[in-house]
């Protein structure tokens, strides 16, 4: 049953992960139109567990994207400088969108083997249990 259960961890820690990637990517689409927001990305770093244990993954620390904003003109805003641009935000809807989806079917297929791992273990012990 060890098996079975670093299994289920293993693609645990996959949903977690890409759940949370998910978040940040939708923060990012929502803020697209805030003035001065930062794209935030996260990284997945790999948990090394002790022996008999799987390898796990996890979210790194959440960073900004340090390129800068879009330049937008337009005199009558708020923020506008002496010259009439303002700084917009750093996301592109286009990487977003496709982080987004990518993000998206790397959950479905963890979920998918989370399914299948606890599927082969409930049949594993209906057998035993016979």
């Known amino acids: 049953m060890n098996e079975f259960s670093n299994a289920i961890k293993v693609t645990a820690s996959g949903l977690h992960a890409q759940a949370t990637r ?5 923060e990012n689409i ?3 139109d805030t003035p001065g ?12 567990a002790s022996a008999g244990e799987p390898t796990t993954v996890s979210t790194g620390p959440v960073l900004l994207d340090p390129t800068d904003g879009e330049r937008i003109f337009e005199p009558g805003h708020p923020l506008a400088d002496e010259s009439g641009f303002y700084e ?14 990518e993000a998206q079917r790397t959950y479905e297929a963890n979920l998918k083997m989370f399914e299948q791992t606890k599927e082969m273990s409930r049949g594993l012990y209906d057998l035993l249990r016979r």
């Open 88 to 101: 917009g935000s750093n996301v592109n809807l286009l990487i977003e969108m496709a982080d987004s989806r």
């Open 37 to 48: 927001y930062q794209r935030k990305t996260v990284a997945f770093e790999a948990v090394r």
């Open 30 to 32: 929502a803020n697209a």
């Open 22 to 26: 998910l978040r940040h990517l939708s």
